[in-house]
């Protein structure tokens, strides 16, 4: 059900910039990418989403390319604290629930290193 | 604002023994959902409750899992008999949509209760 491909693991130095790829090549117009991450020993956290347009929050920045094929989370200056398991999510609209479904699939796990 | 709360925060039991997870969901958040998630992989959707109506159980396991929203606040998750394989850590998340589940809209994680089956 989860159409996403992350890498499985990365490592970024403390300050500098952590680059965070998605594949989502099966993505429909109306669909929603979702970036969490997950702490260890905690509950998934929201991080951001977009639709077409790049966005930007406090926490993040999300890069979309213009065929919504693929997208890049980017963590500005990466702290030790940031070290957790990101999950790159296409949240798809279910016909059969007329809801709509958030799948996990098994994320990246980055590690930032003093 | 305070999170989505949980209970216990650990548990440990042998097979074939029952055991109920609790939920509270941020406050006026309509959707709740609980997720299995097994050591080393992403958390699975279990069920998802619109107010007090059930959306989508697709992936729980009738047999042996059930789950009610009362009054549409609380809920509660409950594995009866227990197996080996439902060792994991149910969380629970809620949203604050009041009408149809979008496409659109966050989920607020709470720090999940881990289960132990001997």
């Known amino acids: 059900d989860a159409k996403t491909t992350q890498p499985t693991s990365m490592d970024c130095a403390e300050g500098r910039a952590a680059n965070l790829p998605c594949n989502h090549s099966?993505?429909?117009?109306?669909?929603?990418v979702y970036w969490y991450r997950q702490i260890h020993s905690q509950g998934p956290q929201y991080i951001i989403h977009g639709l077409k347009n790049n966005e930007t929050n406090e926490m993040a920045s999300l890069i979309i390319t213009e065929d919504r094929k693929s997208s890049t989370l980017i963590l500005p200056h990466a702290t030790l604290r940031d070290t957790a398991v990101y999950y790159c999510i296409v949240r798809r609209y279910s016909r059969e629930t007329s809801g709509s479904r958030l799948t996990f699939g098994e994320g990246t796990q980055l590690t930032v290193n003093p | 604002e305070a999170g989505v709360a949980q209970s216990p925060r650990y548990k440990i039991i042998e097979k074939r023994q029952s055991v109920a997870f609790w939920c509270n969901p941020i406050?006026?958040?309509?959707?709740l959902y609980w997720y299995q998630q097994i050591l080393g992989q992403g958390p699975k959707l279990l069920i998802q409750f619109q107010n007090n109506g059930v959306v989508d159980d697709s992936q729980l396991p009738k047999d042996r899992f059930s789950a009610e929203r009362l009054k549409g606040v609380d809920s509660t998750l409950k594995i009866q008999p227990a197996k080996l394989e439902d060792s994991a850590v149910y969380l629970c998340?809620?949203?604050?949509?009041?009408?149809?589940?979008?496409?659109?809209?966050?989920?607020?994680f709470g720090s999940g209760t881990q289960l132990s089956v001997l």
């Open positions: 998340a809620s949203s604050l949509r009041r009408f149809r589940p979008a496409t659109n809209e966050k989920l607020f």
């Open positions: 099966t993505i429909s117009g109306n669909e929603y």
């Open positions: 406050s006026g958040h309509a959707t």
